[in-house]
Every structure is written in structure tokens, then in C-alpha cells.
């Protein structure tokens, strides 16, 4: 079993950044893809970035060049770095691990990120 622990989210004005990270437990197959999706209020959960354990990443439209998603293999820890950020980043953040090949999937718990403006 995978437990992920997000943490790194609060409450920010407009303009300003936060890093949220997810750190992950457990038994996890080493060819895997680290996500982030967020889900605001009314709304569908959404893809925010992805990494594959290669480093490969990709991005929502509404975040490039404004969010960076990392990852340190050793760790088994996926970061979002935050900058710019818009009141419509509102929303709870869950940290995402899925493998492929075996078919498993993880959820965190979320982290709620606020933009005021």
C-alpha cells in the first residue's frame, strides 16, 4: 500500500507564490508518474503537472510558465512550486502516484491553497 502526505498549502495574496510538497510511503513500483491536480469549488478535479519518474513533465495551459513540478527520486517526494499565483488557483491541491504498468493509483488527502486578491 502507498500513503502520500501532501503539506505546504495556506492562504496567499495575489502575486505570490507557495511550494507544496508530497512526500510517498510504501511500496512503490519505480517506473511511476507524480501529478498534481487540484479541484475548486463546483468544479471537476483537474490536472495541474506531471512528472514521470524519467523527469518528463507536462503542465495545464492555465499554469505554464508559472508552476514548475520537481521530483527527488531518493526521496520518493514530489514538489509544485507556485509563482504568480491567481485567485482562480483556488482550490484543494492532491498529490497524485500512479504506475502505469501495474495499473495502481494514489491519492493524498489535498491541501487547500487560497489566493485572495
Known amino acids: 500500500q502507498v500513503q502520500l502526505v501532501e503539506s505546504g498549502g495556506g492562504l496567499v495574496q495575489a502575486g505570490g507564490s507557495l511550494r507544496l510538497n508530497c512526500a510517498a510511503s510504501?511500496?512503490?513500483?519505480?517506473?511511476?508518474?507524480l501529478g498534481w491536480y487540484r479541484q475548486a469549488p463546483g468544479k471537476q478535479r483537474e490536472m495541474v503537472a506531471a512528472i514521470t519518474s524519467g523527469g518528463s513533465t507536462n503542465y495545464a495551459d492555465s499554469v505554464k510558465g508559472r508552476f514548475t513540478i520537481s521530483r527527488d527520486n531518493a526521496k520518493n517526494t514530489v514538489y509544485l512550486q507556485m509563482n504568480s499565483l491567481k485567485p482562480e488557483d483556488t482550490a484543494v491541491y492532491y498529490c497524485?502516484?500512479?504506475?502505469?504498468?501495474?495499473?495502481?493509483?494514489?491519492w493524498g488527502q489535498g491541501t487547500q491553497v487560497t489566493v485572495s486578491s
Open positions: 497524485n502516484l500512479r504506475a502505469p504498468m501495474t495499473g495502481d493509483n494514489y
Open positions: 510504501g511500496t512503490i513500483f519505480s517506473i511511476n508518474i
